[in-house]
């Protein structure tokens, strides 16, 4: 397979400046090189359990990958990609037996199964039946088959149902939308949306550029059109610009059995493949050779800019002094954007204190307020070890729910950050925002569970023991009293008195035991809260402090490849005073001769973007960034 | 059994002098006579579920008439009670004000509800009455969707199931809907629950997977699929502390079945006609069924689109593909279809199931509800009579052992009461888990002679006798053995 056209044009324009000798320029062109060749367009195929999304993603594979079941639902992803043979791979999480572990998957051996056995083969990983809750502790299976679908980096994700009995799936397709690049909500014809479907889909929206509503089994009902129609009205009211496509599952199977084109039209899935070719492939593609120009744009004219600099003080030599001046203050500029002090540093270093006391304070908000509701739960609820499974389950649903709400509000700071500190650059803010590693907490599955003990030593011969030392003291009491009126030490009344004390210290300590069992429960829910925010908390620490030295990482690096650029045009200048006519001419000429080249690279590699798009992107920035009035604008090469 | 019939008498004596004794509040006065016309009046089942989950479809199969309005959008947007009746009448009754009468239109059978303009959040509830002989055992309340996308409505349904003051519900039972099980279904139906009624109402609660034939997709076998699913909820931990019972019913298939039209039957016949291998080109997919000219078309000549689509609305595809077979195969005729069609759509069990569930319970489910009321109002309205009538309902709880059953039914299955796992079978059976007549709660057939049930009574009472000695049992264990002796001792006096 040759390689994409974005990166023929890298290559192309990595040969073209080797000559220069810029290693710094060179590498930025090699990282676009290797962002593009690792790029993945991620589908994730979400909505509630039973809907349709295995046979959906099954059809748009035209192969049985996913399991397909009436009654047992999806429990675990599978992530379907492109493979030269078939080949499933399971992820496992790490860091669940080792506390703190560092997050990564460990992945098992990729194994090659035919492509008819598929299906039963990750059934045995990704069902509620083959693998009852998650025993197997897999956070993915990853399946890989040759088909030209896919072959574009497209990677199609089937996600365990929202809302099934264990609705913590839900928190984490949630926290898996920032890092997808398109969303297929999933809802079949039976019923126009419901209240949680749409608000699934209004927070999809605001993390996921493309989303997209999918109305499936449209053979099994007739009134399909109108359920089509309903849910359009209530996606207008809701002000959401989805599209819906309408497909069967069924019809395009039977399609894929028999090769029947016309069948293949009726199942509605050409709309949705066309779809994802031309908004969701072709969106990541322009998104590509967008970035792509501008990377060879910005190269070039950081190159050009110092031989035009070295042209103006060959051509006019008495203006030599005065541009000598203008560079200087430029690199000075330049420099000062490098330094610690510079106004971009601290934009970025207040953001991230900022940012990492608003996420915590929130996290810390939501799980005080979990453990306020489920300690006056506990509290009116009597004997906890009766109703401790309801509690616990409630506590860790919670808890999922809001440290995946913290995340994505997390991530969106993060996002808006990044922009502000780019605000500081003159360039074009989207192009050179590097892309965020903002990776999904995997702490819960590494807490320990809550237990509260469940057989404490309260049985008859405890309770027969408490009885009589009650008793004992009754009798012994009222005994010792009586005797004084000449009755014996044992006689009725203090028997009697023997039976009610060792009945009242029975129930006594039946309360205690019952408000010790409350106590340690709600000891329990505590330590449990008190480890998820000791281990979520650092991982979002974790993960503010990568997204701090990527920003850094990146933006020292652009300073750098500025102030070099403007070095390299303050040593031509300063060495053409020196130059002799001769040579003055000869090195003109040469200048000329570069720049044409350059120039013709440029418009060149423009030509990878479509150019009312361009001419759109273009116009924008430059809108925006015209009135700021900021260091950085000082590093626009001046002398262009 | 007798011993109903003196619960109620107790019931209602003690409703009596409460009405007696509230004679100067009207307001109370009223609702306490509301309760005693209740515990005369049938038992009151609400049918209620997500939306979609098909209500109203379940609630004309019931009735046996299409009479409640049905559309593929949210249909049901106020609590609508359908009650037996001389003539077909519906009133509606806004919040705190009386009654309005509306005109009875029907549209295809179906009622065509019209509110006069007011907003469906200021009724309280529409009441139907309809002369039918299915609505005399049971008043039916059909209620909006849960879950709906207009909150308003799906409020509506829980404030009507699960009121959030100390009132009991108005249903005296339930039959909860789903198409899976779902989340939110699960904590409706704990929801439900929690609430007071003697925490003891799962035992008024049968879950209902709806539109069961959808399931498996509308293949033949379907049905089969859709009743595995319903035996694994059975068996559920979740469920079976919530519900007494799960049936997996097709709707629309009992709907239709049980009002089989005669040019419906014509036009089976006619696409039976057709060759199997056309006929389940066509089912492939709703739209090629129905389309105006397409292989189908060509096959079936005198059968047109429209005839074509109606038979699809009323069938489904399901539905199609099961009546056809059985015409093509087996040559049935109107009637044999119609009965085949309804033991396939699983109604028939559905209907077993509220037999003995809820009808031969109905009198106590009923006393319950009554006293419940009682026992609020008592509460909230204090009154001179307040602490002997409070006496009189507090003895009739610990009395009837009826309730003791209820409770104990209850805890065996939410599992907060634990006997040993080889009795909890035979305990919930005879404690009338599985109905309430003597011969089943012994586990004998039906027709078992008295004497024989008698000797099957006694080797029962002295097996529980014998448990309730055990001394290794838990206390509250022995109670609940204690409690099925009584039983026992109950089934051998009446028996």
């Given amino acids: 397979m040759a390689p994409p056209v974005p990166v023929q044009a890298v290559d192309f324009a990595l040969a073209t400046i080797e000559r220069y000798g810029r290693r710094d320029l060179e590498a930025r062109l090699r990282q676009a090189r290797h962002r593009l060749l690792d790029e993945q367009v991620r589908v994730l195929v979400v909505g509630e359990f039973k809907q349709g999304k295995s046979l959906l993603v099954n059809g748009l594979v035209s192969a049985p990958v996913c399991p397909v079941y009436d009654d047992i639902a999806t429990a675990v992803p599978t992530v379907v990609r492109y493979g030269a043979t078939p080949q499933v791979t399971l992820v496992r999480m790490a860091g669940g037996a080792v506390p703190g572990g560092d997050g990564s998957e460990l992945r098992s051996e990729p194994v090659e199964v035919p492509i008819e056995e598929l299906a039963d083969h990750v059934a045995g990983h990704v069902s509620e039946s083959g693998n009852p809750g998650n025993r197997q502790r897999l956070s993915a299976v990853e399946v890989a088959i040759p088909r030209d679908v896919l072959a574009g980096g497209l990677v199609v994700v089937d996600t365990p149902g929202v809302g099934g009995l264990n609705s913590v799936h839900g928190a984490a397709t949630m926290a898996a939308l920032p890092t997808a690049d398109a969303v297929l909500l999933v809802s079949d014809a039976s019923q126009e949306y419901t209240a949680p479907e749409l608000e699934f889909l209004r927070q999809a929206v605001m993390l996921c550029p493309n989303v997209a509503c999918v109305l499936t089994k449209t053979d099994l009902y007739p009134e399909w059109r109108r359920i089509a129609e309903l849910d359009q009205a209530h996606l207008k009211a809701a002000r959401l610009d989805t599209e819906l496509l309408a497909v069967s599952g069924v019809v395009r199977w039977q399609a894929v059995l028999t090769g029947d084109a016309e069948l293949d039209g009726e199942s509605g899935f050409p709309a949705l493949e066309r779809f994802l070719r031309e908004r969701v492939v072709g969106q990541a593609d322009l998104l590509a050779r967008r970035s792509t120009v501008l990377d060879v744009v910005a190269v070039t004219d950081q190159l050009r800019g110092s031989l035009r600099a070295e042209q103006q003080a060959q051509q006019d030599p008495r203006s030599v002094r005065e541009l000598i001046g203008r560079l200087t203050e430029a690199q000075h500029n330049a420099a000062a954007l490098k330094e610690r002090s510079a106004r971009w540093q601290h934009t970025l270093n207040d953001g991230i204190g900022d940012l990492n006391a608003d996420i915590d304070h929130d996290l810390r908000d939501r799980m005080r307020e979990i453990i306020r509701l489920a300690e006056d739960e506990i509290t009116e609820g009597g004997d906890p070890t009766k109703t401790w499974e309801q509690i616990s389950a409630w506590v860790e649903q919670q808890v999922a729910t809001a440290t995946s709400t913290n995340f994505v509000w997390a991530t969106q700071r993060a996002r808006w950050l990044a922009q502000q500190v780019a605000g500081h650059f003159a360039e074009d803010r989207e192009a050179i925002l590097p892309v965020l590693r903002t990776e999904s907490s995997d702490a819960l599955s590494a807490v320990r569970p809550m237990v509260i003990r469940e057989n404490e030593p309260w049985g008859i011969g405890q309770k027969a023991l408490t009885a009589v030392r009650g008793s004992y003291m009754g009798v012994l009491m009222f005994g010792m009293m009586s005797t004084m009126v000449g009755l014996s030490l044992v006689n009725p009344f203090s028997l009697a008195a023997g039976v009610l004390l060792g009945g009242k210290t029975i129930s006594d300590e039946k309360r205690r035991v019952v408000a010790r069992r409350q106590n340690e429960a709600r000891t329990s829910v505590r330590r449990y809260v008190d480890d998820v925010i000791f281990q979520v908390g650092k991982d979002s620490r974790d993960m503010l402090r990568v997204v701090q030295r990527d920003l850094r990482d990146h933006f020292t690096a652009q300073a750098d490849q500025m102030n070099r650029s403007l070095q390299e045009a303050l040593r031509a200048t300063e060495k053409s005073v020196n130059a002799s006519k001769a040579e003055r001419e000869r090195r003109l000429t040469e200048i000329a001769g570069e720049l044409e080249r350059l120039t013709t690279l440029q418009q060149q590699v423009r030509t990878l973007v479509p150019s009312a798009i361009q001419a759109a992107a273009q116009k924008n920035p430059t809108q925006k960034d015209a009135p700021r009035n900021d260091p950085g604008k000082a590093t626009a090469i001046s002398a262009s | ?495």
């Fill in chain 2, 1 to 495: 059994m007798n011993d109903h019939g003196r619960l109620c008498a107790e019931v209602r004596g003690v409703l009596e002098r409460a009405v007696h004794a509230y004679g100067d509040r009207p307001e109370t006065r009223e609702r306490l006579c509301g309760q005693l016309e209740r515990l005369d009046g049938p038992l009151r089942i609400a049918i209620a579920g997500k939306v979609k989950a098909g209500k109203s479809t379940l609630l004309n199969a019931l009735v046996g008439e299409q009479i409640a309005p049905t559309d593929a959008g949210e249909c049901t947007r106020v609590v609508t009670w359908y009650r037996d009746g001389h003539s077909p009448r519906m009133l509606m009754y806004p919040r705190g004000r009386p009654p309005v009468g509306i005109p009875v239109d029907r549209r295809d059978g179906a009622l065509v509800i019209d509110l006069q303009g007011l907003p469906a959040q200021d009724l309280d509830r529409l009441v139907v009455d309809w002369p039918s002989q299915s609505l005399r055992t049971a008043t039916l309340i059909d209620t909006p969707g849960i879950a709906s996308l207009s909150a308003g409505v799906a409020r509506r349904t829980v404030r009507f199931l699960n009121p959030e003051d100390d009132t009991p519900t108005e249903a005296d039972a339930v039959l909860y809907l789903m198409r899976h099980l779902h989340a939110c279904d699960a904590e409706f139906l704990a929801a439900f629950r929690d609430q007071g009624v003697a925490r003891a109402a799962s035992v008024n609660t049968v879950a209902v997977i709806s539109r069961a034939d959808e399931i498996g997709g509308g293949r033949v076998d379907a049905m089969e699929s859709a009743r595995a699913v319903a035996a694994r909820y059975r068996q559920e931990p979740v469920l079976r502390g919530l519900c007494q019972n799960v049936v997996a019913v097709a709707g629309l298939l009992a709907q239709t079945a049980r009002t089989l039209r005669h040019t419906e039957f014509v036009g089976l016949t006619r696409l039976a006609a057709a060759s199997r291998e056309e006929l389940e080109a066509a089912l492939l997919t709703a739209d090629r069924f129905v389309a105006a000219d397409g292989p189908l078309a060509r096959a079936v000549p005198d059968l047109p689109a429209a005839q074509r689509r109606a038979l699809l609305a009323r069938f489904g595809v399901f539905g199609l593909r099961v009546s056809t077979a059985l015409i093509r195969e087996r040559g049935a005729d109107p009637a044999e279809l119609a009965a085949e069609l309804l033991r396939c759509s699983g109604l028939d069990e559905l209907q077993a199931v509220l037999h003995h569930q809820f009808a031969q319970r109905r009198d106590v489910l009923k006393a319950r509800s009554a006293l419940l009321a009682l026992d609020g109002v008592l509460r909230d309205v204090p009154c001179a009579q307040s602490g002997p009538l409070t006496a009189a309902v507090e003895r009739i709880f610990a009395d009837a052992h009826e309730f003791a059953e209820l409770r104990l039914l209850s805890a065996l299955r939410s599992g907060s009461v634990a006997l040993p796992r080889a009795l909890v079978g035979e305990a919930e059976r005879l404690l009338g888990d599985a109905g309430a007549a003597p011969a089943v709660r012994l586990g004998l057939p039906a027709e078992t002679a008295p004497g024989e049930r008698r000797v099957a009574a006694l080797e029962a009472l002295v097996r529980w006798q014998d448990h309730a000695e055990n001394p290794m049992l838990g206390r509250a264990a022995a109670d609940a053995c204690r409690a099925v002796v009584r039983t026992c001792e109950g089934l051998l006096s009446h028996g």
